[in-house]
């Protein structure tokens, strides 16, 4: 099948499994066509299966907003007739779920039909979306896909709440490739971070508001005096700065590290004891089930669909949002014993196994194969 995916190319949760899934699809055989404004950030390999199509928006003076959608519709209806695409996958609904309905409608003109495949990601829906500005276009696209998945069951009951639709949406999680997390002790450099008799904490996000970055530092504040520990912060986004300034006023900057992004998390991942994710809300936690994948347990809040990713007592904690009391107490007895850290340890790897990206891929060729025959004419 020739599959066109439209995503956002940054480090953000949706691109990169809009990415890996590409990826994965390619290495099943089918031509992919990743359609977006550079090329996405975990995309290293261009293979004969595996094309970039950037998206130029040119300045021009008079817009005071750079029409993104229309720049967006047109490169995917001149990519679909050049390359012959049978199906277009979109992840996060704004505003590409409403572009690739331009685009087919464009299409239809021309007798060239296209189903299209929205995946709904998490903000698109929960913080974006269901914004009163935005409301009425998200909720025409994603009634008028063809076919409709959500990373979680969360998110499918949040997004038939707030969108009051019908549109049947199938649930397909986050995946993961268990090969990429197996770790080699040459490329795990515990050492070069952390002194042996200390543990490691990490959190990885975009640094937005909705991560609570400041509890992740007030956790390892307070768990820091018990457990000598060092904390890892990967990411990038605006809460960054502050961060710093919350980690020098609570005087732990010495034990907290701020990497940036990253595009190697298995490498720190690989020696890190714990993982922390707080979020205010979280459609299904992708940076989790990279923890677990690691062999890393998660204290996280209990929100959106985290609880069906980690699981309570097992592959870690789950306390109500902004308790940080309660996360810091789990997060010690986690870490206290050597015996109950290797258990929740070989725990969280199990879990992951879940969600293995062998299984779940082929859910979505199915979606594929079905939107491919109902698609919806216009
Ligand atoms: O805020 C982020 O984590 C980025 C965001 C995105 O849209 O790129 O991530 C969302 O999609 C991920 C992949 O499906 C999910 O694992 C994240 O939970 C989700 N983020 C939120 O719901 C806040």
Known sequence: MKIGIVCYPTFGGSGVVATELGLELSKRGHEIHFITYSQPVRLELLGANVHFHEVHVPDYPL?????????????????VKAYGIDVLHVHYAIPHAYAGYMAKKMLHEDGISLPIVTTLHGTDITLVGSHPFYKTAVTFSINKSDAVTS???????????????????????????????????????RDLLAQPHERVITHISNFRPVKRIADVLRIFAELHHKIPSKLMMIGEGPERESAEQLSQDLNI???????????????????????????????FGLSALEAMASGVPVISSNTGGLSEVNIHGVSGYLSPVGDTDEMTKNAIEILSSDETLARFKAAAKTRAKQFNIHTIVPAYEKVYDTALKNCISI
Do not use: M, W
């Not at 999680?173 to 040459?186: G, V």
């Not at 907290?256 to 205010?280: A, M, Q, R, T, Y």
């Open 151 to 189: 990373v979680s069951e969360n998110l499918k009951q949040d997004t038939q709440r707030l969108f009051n639709t019908k549109k049947n949406i199938s649930v397909i999680p986050n995946f993961i490739d268990l090969d990429k997390y197996q770790s080699n002790p040459k490329d795990c450099q």
């Open 253 to 283: 900057a010495d034990q907290v590290v701020f990497l940036g992004n990253s595009n190697e998390v298995n490498k720190i991942l690989c020696f890190s004891d714990l993982f922390l994710l707080p979020s205010e809300t979280e459609s």
């Open 63 to 79: 817009f005071h907003y750079q029409p993104y959608e229309l720049a967006l519709s047109s490169k995917i209806v001149d990519t």
